[in-house]
């Protein structure tokens, strides 16, 4: 399954915990950039039709609704099985949802992180949990079923019962798709470098542990399996036949090519990146292409699905010793001709996969 990858690097505002390619900027930079968006996309030599698509940003629900259909038209998509866009809470409207309908979206993923009024005003969020309980269900109005909503573990001001009441909106909304995400602190983020200067701006001296943030997201796992949301890799969850088919290919090494600020694509042999600097793109600075090594990738990147990989023989003669010392820890499980981590190995998997990367 080939897919596409747009990005939309633009922000009303930029939350204190992030260090995407976005930033807030006027009009005529944002006109510009659609432009030169279109003009990307319109100059590929496609190999393939995609099957899925994805608007990320940024918030790619800031950006005009004719731009999203002049994307989707310019896209040699004959049999499109999915077209995501994120979504900022507090920016969806039904004029705008109909617009998407008509041009091909019907998968919709909410940048929530956080229910709690606290934790979304330490963090530059602008939304309520009512708002977001209101767009689901517009959504779902203008028949986009197809949605996911975003959690973060550990940030500012969160505690054990706020995470709970995350978690109670989540049962209560239902949306077919959960992502939960354990909070990293960035150094290059505005939180980030406070926290490192031992600050208190941005709730910087309020952050939970890195321990209790792992205990809130293995109570996610707890409370999400319990109503029927299936963890099909490290940080999705759920209901059956709701995966996310777009981000499945990247756990897959399936191929996808990146248009816009920052992105990234990726063939089956090499990877390549287009400059992340708003400057350097907009004057179509060279592409950065490098070789990959596939059977470091299908263990790095596929051990993150919950279902594990099926090695070659190849591979499991190359990466035998780290095979060997992660299965006989009990963070590593082989069942017939297939590996997988177990469930204790979720929360330390970096460490674990790091090792089979030269």
Not at 84 to 105: D, F, K, Q
Not at 198 to 226: C, H, I, T
């Amino acid at each position: 399954m080939s897919g596409v990858y747009i990005s939309y690097p633009f922000c009303r505002q930029k939350c204190s915990f992030c260090n995407f390619a976005s930033d807030v900027a006027s009009d005529p930079v944002k006109t510009r950039y659609g432009a030169a968006l279109l003009e990307e996309i319109r100059a590929h030599e496609w190999q393939w039709s995609p099957e899925t698509v994805y608007f990320g940003g940024g918030t790619p629900s800031l950006m005009p609704p004719e731009l999203v259909a002049e994307i989707m038209r310019a896209l040699p998509a004959k049999c499109l099985r999915e077209a995501t866009i994120e979504c900022a809470p507090g920016t969806l409207n039904r004029s705008l949802l109909e617009s998407w309908t008509v041009a091909g979206i019907n998968r919709v993923s909410l940048g929530v992180q956080s229910f709690v009024a606290e934790e979304l005003k330490t963090s530059g969020r602008r939304h309520s949990a009512e708002d977001v309980e209101r767009e689901v269900d517009l959504l779902r109005a203008s028949g986009i079923e197809n949605i996911n909503l975003d959690l973060i573990a550990g940030l500012p001001e969160q505690t054990a019962a706020s995470w709970e009441r995350s978690l109670d909106w989540i049962e209560h909304i239902r949306p077919p798709h959960v992502s939960v995400y354990l909070f990293e602190v960035d150094e290059e983020s505005r939180l980030g470098r406070e926290f490192l200067l031992g600050g208190s701006r941005y709730g910087a001296a309020r952050m939970p542990s890195e321990d209790l943030a792992a205990q809130f997201y293995e109570r996610a796992v707890e409370r999400l399996e319990a109503v029927s949301y299936t963890r099909y890799e490290i940080s999705n969850f759920a209901r059956a036949g709701h995966e996310s088919l777009h981000n499945l290919k990247y756990w897959k090494l399936e191929p996808y090519v990146g248009f816009g600020l920052d992105a990234h694509s990726y063939d089956g042999c090499e990877r390549w990146q287009n400059p992340d600097s708003l400057i350097e793109y907009l004057s179509r600075a060279p592409q950065i292409r490098s070789r990959t090594d596939r059977g470091e990738e299908h263990f790095f990147v596929g051990l993150r699905m919950m279902s594990g990989i099926e090695p070659t023989q190849e591979e499991w003669t190359r990466f035998a010793r780290p095979i060997e010392r992660w299965t006989r820890a009990g963070l590593l499980e082989r069942t017939g001709s297939r590996l997988r981590l177990t469930a204790d190995a979720v929360l330390v998997s970096n460490e674990i996969l790091a090792e089979f990367v030269a």
